[in-house]
């Protein structure tokens, strides 16, 4: 069969890379892919955001199944376009993407239905939002509704630092019409964890845990980013923990898809606080996350395209996810400058320097004249298994100082919990 992937991050690499080990698959696509990506797929150049490209290219290749990464597309409506013209396509239709498109529409939802999150109010207006943060204490987190790749959440220490952030996003327009609407939320403290799940009609399976690092600096400083570290499974999670999380999140969640008609098929990620032992929502988003795909789909043992395929129809059971025992770590090197301004076309030299059990997936990279260039915030993230998240932490960094190109960086805490 064949298989196109759409998406051009270390997500979409992880992905290709476990679809490529299917026997059903004959041949890959990726569009738009990237410098990695490139060894085991093909490249198509077409962007995410080109819905009708897309569905052109899928219907000449006579595509059996489409694999969508990013959110953007989902959230524009390409599953719905696609299953309209008959193709096979893994991924929530525009209606549940709302879920992750609007921060208002998944806390309502949240709240409806009984699901615990953090306290939050919802602005329009300027004037309004800066009179709320008095309804708040510090730490306070400020969210702009829609769509900011991973960047539109800041968590201000003090009254000025929150009047700067809705400055930025309301007035400013820093993150354009996702900042028109902004949302105010109680900061939770307390120990973050990451739970992808996937979702069969309505059904909700959970994959293993994982534990993402969004801050840029060591000690979980600096301004969030879109990821730069993951590991799974996340030692925090234990069963009595596993069954909190079922009773009051998971199942409240599927009573909340009946009940608001959501005709919900793919991926549902949850990130998720837990505070003095109880599960508390963070956020939905309605995609593979990145990091957690590079941690995630090394462990999984089970064929993904069967997996896709049960999704999709309906059929798929908890027995059908078979994971490894062994752990598994991720570190993402960056642009120098990112989250911030970052330059590309920077050569990476090492990449074939690694030990041969170091498993590499490319964020943002291109391939010129047999080069790798950097091409993105995030470039690589070097991934490896172990008996041990030690062993494994171990094992990327003995390794990914040989890998170099002018800025970049990387976290040496990652493994460590905070």
């Not at 208002?104 to 949240?110: P, V």
């Not at 505070?275 to 956020?283: A, D, Q, R, S």
């Not at 752990?327 to 301004?341: D, L, R």
Request: aromatic residues 8%; negative net charge.
């Amino acid at each position: 069969m064949k298989v196109l992937v759409i998406g051009s991050g270390g997500r979409e690499h992880a992905l290709c890379w476990k679809i490529a080990q299917s026997r059903k698959v004959s041949k890959i696509f990726c569009a738009p892919g990237n410098g990695g990506i490139e060894g085991i797929a093909e490249n198509i150049d077409i962007s995410p955001n080109e819905i009708d490209k897309l569905l052109d290219f899928a219907l000449k290749e006579s595509i059996d199944l489409t694999v969508v990464g990013p959110e953007d597309p989902l959230v524009n409506g390409i599953v719905d376009k696609f299953q309209e013209n008959g193709l096979n396509i893994f991924g929530v239709n525009k209606k549940s993407a709302q879920l992750e498109g609007s921060k208002a529409f998944a806390k309502e939802f949240m709240e409806k239905h009984g699901i615990p999150t953090a306290r939050y109010r919802m602005y329009t207006h300027m004037d309004e939002a800066i009179n709320g943060l008095g309804e708040f204490d510090y730490p306070v987190v400020i969210k702009a509704d829609g769509l900011c790749l991973g960047k539109g959440v800041i968590i201000c220490q003090t009254k000025e630092e929150g009047i700067d952030a809705l400055n930025h996003m309301m007035k400013e327009k820093a993150f354009g019409s996702a900042g028109e609407t902004i949302i105010i939320e109680e900061f939770l403290q307390g120990i973050e964890a990451s739970l992808l799940c996937f979702v069969s009609n309505g059904k909700i399976i959970p994959m293993e845990s994982a534990k993402d690092y969004k801050q840029i600096f060591d000690g979980d400083k600096g301004p969030n980013t879109g990821g730069v570290g993951c590991l799974s499974p996340n030692p925090l999670f234990n069963q009595d923990l596993e069954k909190k999380i079922q009773k009051e999140v998971l199942s409240k969640i599927e009573i909340g898809f009946k009940n608001e008609g959501l005709d919900y098929n793919g991926i549902l990620f949850i990130g998720l606080m837990t505070t003095e032992g109880m599960p508390k929502v963070l956020e939905f988003n309605v995609r593979f996350g990145d990091p957690e795909t590079e941690v995630l789909m090394p462990r999984l043992k089970s064929d993904i395209v069967d997996i896709f395929q049960k999704a999709i129809d309906g059929s798929l059971k908890k027995e059908d996810l078979i994971w490894t025992d062994k752990k598994c770590v991720t570190v993402v090197a960056t642009s120098g400058g990112y989250p911030g301004k970052y330059e590309k076309g920077k050569e990476i030299i090492g990449l074939d320097d690694l030990d041969k059990d170091i498993i590499l997936f490319h964020n943002g990279t291109k391939k010129l004249d047999n080069k790798i260039y950097t091409n993105g915030g995030r470039v690589i993230s070097v991934t490896s298994l172990g008996d041990t998240l030690k062993d494994a932490k171990d094992k990327i960094y003995s390794n990914i100082d040989k890998i170099d190109f002018h800025g970049m960086y990387y976290r040496k805490d990652i493994g460590k919990i905070y």
